[in-house]
């Protein structure tokens, strides 16, 4: 099958929301209160849909203090009515599908405008772009190498433009990222993990790998990098060398946000100074199989560029978040590609959110699958 777009399924369901609340007595209520609903909240504004929204808070977390403009989910369950509409404003498509389910005699207009939201903003998965660079998303297709890669491009590229989300949920969602069964069969002596966060994912892959040699971990913010020490000791975890710095396409200090949790990273409003480095200048043993992961915020294919040495050289197995940015898809697998040539990978697309994020591409050396 082609890569094509679909119709925008969150135009459609704006309109039916202004045609809901074009009712005098039409009420606005957004479940949720976080950053993610106030950004839906923007969005609807930015579409003309101008009442203030009554927001709604699960009972376990609503407090009396709220204020007028805040209900408990049970009081909404309560007041909905025929000529109300209810945006689900927490980032978790799979809790939707079962409110959705739940509630489904109650809340007669409940609805899910979902986006790729990065560090707490909707990235803009412009339409217009897309079909502007169509040609190029189309090479990357052309270079995966099964049926559910291309399924997966294909439906992910449609629920971050169009907001249809339901083949990608249903028929590509997978759980394990990065060490799972693309990667199972892979020689992997050394870990390099970028984005190491609180070394979750380095307990993965000692779980894949446990005959590893050596751990290499870049996590710049020192919360994390303290939640990695700790579970060093906890797990008795062997052979760790953590830098507290990001990896990047050259050695410079850049400013960050520090967050202290996964989405924290490179920002020129960031109120941290960073060092970031080249993973080509790390001294790595030419006998040894190397895995290189990146989940960095943004910045993977800066860092790439970083690792274009180490990649000729030593053709390592690597997993890349491509979703932080509409041009992932299009730059950083060709960039790889590029930097080998044909029949050095496969390469392979795998989704494993509950939301917009967690999609990644896979680059296997030829003949370890």
Same mark, same amino acid.
């Given at each position: 099958m082609?890569?094509?777009?679909?119709?925008?399924?969150?135009?459609?369901?704006?309109?039916? #929301?202004?045609?809901?609340?074009?009712?005098?007595?039409?009420?606005?209520?957004?479940?949720g209160?976080?950053?993610?609903?106030?950004?839906?909240?923007?969005?609807?504004?930015?579409?003309?849909? $101008?009442?203030e929204?009554?927001?709604?808070?699960?009972?376990?977390?609503?407090?009396?203090?709220?204020?007028?403009?805040?209900?408990?989910?049970?009081r909404l369950?309560?007041?909905?009515?025929?000529?109300?509409?209810?945006?689900y404003?927490?980032?978790?498509?799979?809790?939707?599908?079962?409110?959705?389910?739940? *509630?489904?005699?109650?809340?007669?207009?409940?609805?899910?405008?979902?986006?790729?939201?990065?560090?707490?903003?909707?990235?803009?998965?412009n339409?217009?772009?897309?079909?502007?660079?169509?040609?190029?998303?189309?090479?990357?297709?052309?270079?995966?190498?099964?049926?559910?890669?291309?399924?997966?491009?294909?439906?992910?590229?449609? %629920?971050?433009?169009?907001?249809?989300?339901?083949?990608?949920?249903?028929?590509? /969602?997978?759980?394990?990222?990065?060490?799972?069964?693309?990667?199972?069969?892979?020689?992997?002596?050394?870990?390099?993990?970028?984005g190491?966060y609180?070394?979750?994912? #380095?307990?993965?892959?000692?779980?894949?790998?446990?005959?590893?040699?050596?751990?290499?971990?870049?996590?710049?913010?020192k919360?994390?990098v303290?939640?990695? /020490?700790?579970?060093?000791?906890?797990?008795?975890?062997?052979?760790? $060398?953590? *830098?507290?710095?990001?990896?990047?396409?050259?050695?410079?200090?850049?400013?960050?946000?520090?967050?202290?949790?996964?989405?924290s990273h490179?920002?020129?409003?960031?109120?941290?100074?960073?060092?970031v480095?080249?993973?080509?200048?790390?001294?790595?043993?030419?006998?040894?199989?190397?895995?290189?992961?990146?989940?960095?915020?943004?910045?993977?294919?800066?860092?790439?560029?970083?690792a274009?040495?180490?990649?000729?050289k030593? /053709?390592?197995?690597?997993?890349?978040?491509?979703? /932080?940015?509409?041009?992932?898809?299009?730059?950083?697998?060709?960039?790889?590609?590029?930097?080998?040539g044909?029949?050095?990978?496969?390469?392979?697309?795998r989704?494993?959110? $509950?939301?917009?994020a967690?999609?990644?591409?896979? %680059?296997?050396?030829?003949?370890?699958?």
């Amino acid at each position: 099958m082609k890569l094509q777009l679909v119709n925008d399924l969150r135009e459609t369901k704006v309109k039916e #929301i202004k045609d809901i609340l074009s009712d005098p007595s039409g009420r606005l209520f957004i479940w949720g209160k976080g950053v993610y609903a106030r950004v839906l909240a923007g969005y609807l504004g930015d579409k003309g849909i $101008t009442k203030e929204p009554v927001w709604v808070v699960d009972d376990a977390y609503y407090k009396e203090t709220e204020g007028d403009d805040t209900i408990s989910l049970s009081r909404l369950l309560k007041i909905c009515g025929e000529k109300d509409a209810v945006v689900y404003g927490i980032y978790d498509y799979a809790a939707f599908r079962i409110m959705k389910e739940k *509630y489904s005699g109650i809340l007669k207009h409940f609805y899910d405008l979902h986006f790729v939201v990065v560090n707490d903003r909707i990235v803009d998965w412009n339409r217009d772009y897309v079909e502007e660079h169509l040609s190029l998303y189309r090479k990357t297709y052309e270079l995966l190498g099964d049926e559910l890669s291309r399924i997966t491009m294909r439906s992910y590229i449609n %629920a971050a433009v169009a907001g249809s989300f339901d083949e990608l949920y249903d028929e590509c /969602h997978e759980d394990a990222a990065y060490f799972n069964e693309l990667t199972e069969g892979t020689k992997a002596g050394i870990l390099i993990d970028c984005g190491a966060y609180d070394g979750d994912s #380095i307990h993965d892959f000692i779980s894949v790998f446990p005959a590893y040699d050596s751990i290499i971990a870049f996590e710049p913010d020192k919360k994390n990098v303290a939640k990695i /020490h700790e579970r060093e000791k906890r797990e008795g975890i062997k052979s760790l $060398t953590v *830098y507290d710095k990001g990896v990047y396409s050259e050695t410079k200090t850049l400013f960050f946000e520090e967050e202290g949790k996964s989405s924290s990273h490179l920002s020129e409003l960031g109120t941290s100074r960073i060092d970031v480095m080249k993973i080509d200048d790390l001294d790595l043993p030419a006998d040894k199989n190397l895995f290189i992961k990146m989940d960095i915020e943004g910045s993977e294919l800066n860092a790439l560029k970083g690792a274009a040495e180490t990649i000729k050289k030593y /053709h390592p197995c690597l997993s890349i978040c491509v979703y /932080h940015k509409q041009e992932d898809l299009i730059e950083i697998p060709p960039f790889i590609n590029s930097l080998v040539g044909g029949g050095v990978y496969e390469y392979y697309l795998r989704y494993h959110g $509950t939301d917009l994020a967690e999609l990644v591409f896979y %680059a296997i050396p030829g003949g370890e699958r």
